[in-house]
C-alpha cells in the first residue's frame, strides 16, 4: 500500500518513505530509543515515548492506507472512464458494419474469426456452410471459408482469408477509415504452394495499416507489434497444421472427430452418416500424409505439446497475454486454433501435459466479458 501512495501521490514524500520503514530524504532517521527506550533504562518517559511512538505509527499507517486507497480508487475511476469512452467510440465504429461470417463452425481459421470478433464485440450474423456442396457460397469465386460479408452503409465489401479478415477490421476499429479503403491495402495474389498448386495468397495480412501515432497508441512501441505479427504467422503456419494430425491420430479419434464435425455441421440424415464414417477413414489416413508433409514426430502429441510450451514461453510469467493486460490478436490467433479441438481428447491431453491452460482460460474469460 505504501508504494501505491508513493506512486499514486507522489507529492506526500515523506508519508510514504516512512511507511515503507526509510526516512524520507530532508528528514532525520528516528532512533531506536525513540521506539525501545533509552539506553540506560526504561523509565516513565521512555514509556510514554513509546506510547507516543506507537500511536503516531499507527495513525501514519491509517492514514496512508486511506491515501493509498483513495488514489487507486480515483485511478480505477479515471481508467474506467478511458475504457467507457474508447467503448463508446468503438461501439460508435462497430454500429455501422453489418457482419455475415460464412464458415465450418469446425474450421480452425473461421474459429481465429470469431474470437476476434467477439472479443471486440462486433455483432455478426452467422451462415454455416456445407462442406460437400458449399452452396453457400456460390456467390464467390473465392471457394474457401472463412469469407466475411460487410456491410459499411452504402458498401458491401467481401473480405477473404482470417487474417486478412482480422487485420482489416482491426485497422478500421483503430483508424476509422473506411472499410473499403483498408482492404486494398491488402490485395490478393496468386502463387504456388510445395505441392505445385496454384493457391491465392494475400499481401500485408499480418499488417496494421495504422499511421505512426495511431500505432504508438496501440503498440507502445516497434517490439510488440514485430512479436504479434511474428506470433500470428506461427498460428497459421504452423499451429494450424498440428490440429488435424492430432484429432485424427488415430481410428477411435478420427471417428469421434468426425462424429462431433457431423453435430456441428450443417449436413443433412444421410450425408452426416456417410460424413462420419467415410469421413473419418478418410482424413486418419490424410492425417498420415500431412505428418509427414509437416516433418512431424512420429507422436504428433509431442508436436503439439511441444508448441504449447513455445507459446507459453514467449508470452511469459509477468504478464497475463502476450498483449499485456488484454489478449492482443496473436492470444486470440492461438486461442481460437487451439479451441476447435475442445471436447476431443486431443484437447484433454493437451491441458493435462503442458502449461498452457492458465493461459486459455484467461483468454477464454477475457472473451466472455467483453462489453455487449
Not at 487474417?163 to 477509415?177: E, H, N, W
Not at 501515432?213 to 497459421?236: P, V
Request: include cysteine.
Amino acid at each position: 500500500m505504501a508504494q501505491t501512495v508513493r506512486v499514486l501521490c507522489p507529492g506526500r514524500r515523506a508519508l510514504s518513505w516512512r511507511l515503507r520503514g526509510f526516512p524520507a530524504p530532508g528528514f532525520p532517521a528516528p532512533s531506536r530509543a525513540g521506539f525501545t527506550g533509552a539506553a540506560g533504562g526504561s523509565g516513565p518517559a521512555a514509556t510514554a515515548r513509546k506510547g507516543n511512538s506507537r500511536l503516531l505509527g499507527a495513525a501514519a499507517l491509517a492514514l496512508g492506507g486511506a491515501m493509498g486507497l483513495y488514489c487507486t480508487a480515483r485511478w480505477h475511476l479515471h481508467a474506467q472512464d478511458l475504457r467507457a469512452k474508447r467503448s463508446a467510440a468503438h461501439l460508435s465504429l462497430s454500429s455501422r458494419l453489418q457482419l455475415t461470417l460464412y464458415q465450418y463452425k469446425t474450421c480452425p481459421f473461421c474459429s481465429k474469426v470469431r474470437a476476434f470478433l467477439d472479443f471486440h464485440s462486433l455483432p455478426y450474423q452467422v451462415v454455416e456452410v456445407n462442406p460437400v456442396r458449399r452452396a453457400e457460397i456460390k456467390f464467390s469465386s473465392y471457394r474457401k471459408v472463412p469469407i466475411l460479408l460487410a456491410q459499411e452503409g452504402e458498401s458491401l465489401q467481401q473480405l477473404n482469408d482470417s487474417s486478412v479478415i482480422i487485420s482489416a477490421l482491426k485497422t478500421y476499429l483503430v483508424s476509422g477509415q473506411p472499410l473499403k479503403d483498408i482492404i486494398t491495402y491488402y490485395p490478393p495474389m496468386k502463387a504456388t504452394n510445395d505441392q505445385g498448386k496454384e493457391v491465392t495468397e494475400f499481401c500485408n495480412k499480418y499488417w496494421l495499416m495504422l499511421d505512426e501515432k495511431e500505432a504508438q497508441r496501440m503498440y507502445g512501441g516497434k517490439e510488440a507489434r514485430t512479436e504479434e505479427m511474428k506470433w500470428r504467422q506461427w498460428a497459421d503456419d504452423w499451429l494450424v497444421h498440428l490440429i488435424s494430425p492430432n484429432v485424427y491420430r488415430t481410428p477411435t479419434e478420427a471417428l469421434a472427430s468426425f462424429d462431433y464435425i457431423v453435430r456441428e455441421g450443417k449436413f443433412g440424415a444421410v450425408e452426416g452418416a456417410m460424413a462420419k464414417y467415410l469421413g473419418a477413414a478418410a482424413m486418419y489416413l490424410i492425417s498420415k500424409r500431412l505428418k509427414s508433409r509437416h516433418h512431424l514426430q512420429d507422436d504428433v502429441r509431442e508436436d503439439l505439446y511441444e508448441a504449447a510450451d513455445k507459446w507459453v514461453a514467449a508470452v511469459g510469467k509477468d504478464r497475463p497475454f502476450m498483449g499485456g493486460q488484454e489478449p492482443n490478436l496473436a492470444d486470440l490467433a492461438v486461442y481460437g486454433v487451439l479451441r476447435v479441438m475442445e471436447g476431443l481428447e486431443a484437447f484433454h491431453d493437451l491441458m493435462r501435459h503442458t502449461q498452457i491452460q492458465p493461459w486459455y482460460l484467461r483468454v477464454e474469460k477475457a472473451i466472455a466479458e467483453a462489453p455487449q
